[in-house]
């Protein structure tokens, strides 16, 4: 505290870091203050010249971070019903990045980022089938933030298409993505669906997606069950598995 790089909130009962203090470990690993808070998923905000940790924002998002953890509860209790076990889980050092061949088509802000990906979590499930016959399906998780829109909203959706686009028309097998909307919102539902059919075709390539919404993933015992058949392609409107 007495270099000013952490303060005390409001509650006194934590600390929190200042704009010095961020500046200071993000030189330290390298990156500017704002790419570091990207690769730490860490909400920031601009007070007056310096960028800082926002607090209200980490408020607001414990319930992004709670779908996220009951996500992967949801997976293990009601995978054994529809023969599904999961392998991998990992929403801790979900970062990946991919060469890209052609940025011309970027917009100027998102270069330095072109090849990098970063959801919320990302995991393999095994698919039993008949007999001994099994699939796995890897898979990345996107729990929608409704604050991002517009601009905001394309650049995160754009860089999973610059990910699965090797150039030259060669295209990367990437794990399937799976958008969870909030509670009730239709409309935003449908609004993603539209963002990834226009990215489709903008890109010529067809993203793996499912999309679905919080309310329709409500388990009957408690939590929520990513297995049940309420998942939607961008095209379609039909109520299909996550994996299939």
């Known amino acids: 505290r007495e270099r000013e790089l952490v303060r005390c909130p409001v509650d006194k009962t934590s600390y929190l870091l200042t704009g010095r203090g961020l500046a200071l470990l993000a030189a330290q690993a390298g990156y500017s203050v704002v790419e570091y808070a990207e690769l730490r998923r860490w909400p920031v905000q601009v007070n007056g010249q ?3 940790y926002a607090l209200s924002a ?3 998002s414990r319930e992004h971070d709670r779908l996220v953890l009951d996500f992967l509860v949801g997976l293990r209790r009601y995978g054994d019903r529809v023969r599904l076990a999961l392998i991998t889980w990992d929403h801790v050092q979900c970062l ?3 060469p890209v061949s052609d940025t011309s088509r970027l917009l100027p802000s998102l270069r330095a980022l072109q090849a990098r990906v970063i959801p919320d979590a990302g995991g393999t499930v095994r ?3 008949e007999g001994e016959k099994s699939i ?3 898979f990345w998780l996107e729990i929608d933030r409704y604050g991002r829109r517009g601009k905001a909203l394309m650049q995160k959706l754009t860089r999973y298409y610059q990910a699965v686009s090797a150039g030259r028309g060669v295209v990367r097998n990437l794990p399937r993505l799976l958008v969870v909307v909030r509670q009730n919102d239709e409309a935003r539902l449908r609004k993603l669906q539209r963002r990834f059919i226009t990215l489709d075709k903008y890109y010529a390539v067809r993203l793996d997606v499912r999309l679905t919404r919080v309310d ?3 388990g009957d ?3 929520i069950d990513p297995t049940r058949s309420v998942w939607r392609t961008p095209g379609s409107s039909l109520f299909r598995p996550a994996f299939d």
């Open 50 to 52: 310096q960028v800082e």
């Open 58 to 60: 980490l408020l607001a």
């Open 96 to 98: 990946y990045e991919f």
């Open 127 to 129: 698919v039993f089938r």
């Open 136 to 138: 796995e399906i890897s």
């Open 216 to 218: 329709l993933l409500e």
């Open 221 to 223: 015992q408690e939590g």
